[in-house]
């Protein structure tokens, strides 16, 4: 079985922490993804990245970026937390020969 | 821009109820469709998903999803609902060449009174 997982399941941090959320899966996927998940808006992807240290912006990227330097690592930065990125951060990771998306159990971070 | 819509935020049904979760997207071309559950307290699972063919197609725990290419839509049903189907559901759609992105519809949270 694939088996995606995230450094924290929960985190509080304070504005204007640095906040590093760390994603690792053990089945050698080429794709990564993180999003963010609010009641009422579903998920919506931050980033996402296709091979090793190539990365391309999703749909609400301003605040984060990220970083992959191993296959299997994929790296979500808050430069600079706000109380507006308090949210439940889940990644994922897929195939290339298909298109079924893995994810991982969530971190819900809440930013003070 | 591509969108899923789903169009039931909140849905409260008694055990042995049947189901109909509306599914709409909006891409003129061809796609992968999807339909994920999230328990409480789980991470997110495949509960079915369509590529090609029949356009019925039957996921775990009794649920299963018809693709209506004219309607755009990939509605998921179960005939009998039980107390354990109590979760969020989200219907997505990947374009089938190019990117591998995901759109995610805004999820579906089901209450299933025992």
């Known amino acids: 079985d694939v088996k995606v997982t995230q450094s924290s399941r929960y985190l509080v941090k304070r504005t204007g922490e640095k906040v590093f959320l760390e994603c690792v899966q053990d089945m050698d996927h080429e794709n990564m993804f993180w999003y963010r998940q609010d009641p009422g808006l579903g998920l919506r992807l931050i980033y996402f990245?296709?091979?090793?240290?190539?990365?391309e912006k999703g749909d609400i990227p301003e605040g984060y970026s990220v970083s992959r330097e191993k296959k299997e690592r994929f790296s979500l930065i808050l430069e600079s937390a706000s109380t507006n990125q308090t949210s439940m951060y889940l990644c994922?990771?897929?195939?290339?020969?298909?298109?079924?998306?893995?994810f991982g159990p969530g971190t819900r971070l809440t930013v003070t | 821009a591509q969108s899923v819509s789903q169009h039931n935020h909140h849905v409260i049904l008694s055990e042995a109820a049947s189901l109909e979760l509306g599914c709409n997207y909006s891409y003129g071309g061809t796609v992968n469709l999807f339909w994920y559950v999230q328990y409480p307290g789980q991470h997110l699972q495949l509960l079915l998903k369509?590529?090609?063919?029949?356009?019925l197609v039957k996921g775990i725990k009794g649920f299963e999803a018809e693709f209506i290419k004219s309607k755009f839509s990939f509605n998921l049903r179960k005939p009998s609902v039980q107390w354990s189907d109590t979760a969020e559901y989200f219907c997505a759609v990947s374009l089938t060449s190019g990117t591998y992105k995901y759109i995610f519809g805004t999820g579906t949270r089901l209450k299933v009174l025992a």
């Open positions: 369509y590529f090609s063919g029949d356009p």
């Open positions: 990245s296709y091979d090793v240290k190539m990365k």
């Open positions: 994922a990771s897929i195939a290339l020969d298909r298109y079924e998306q893995y």
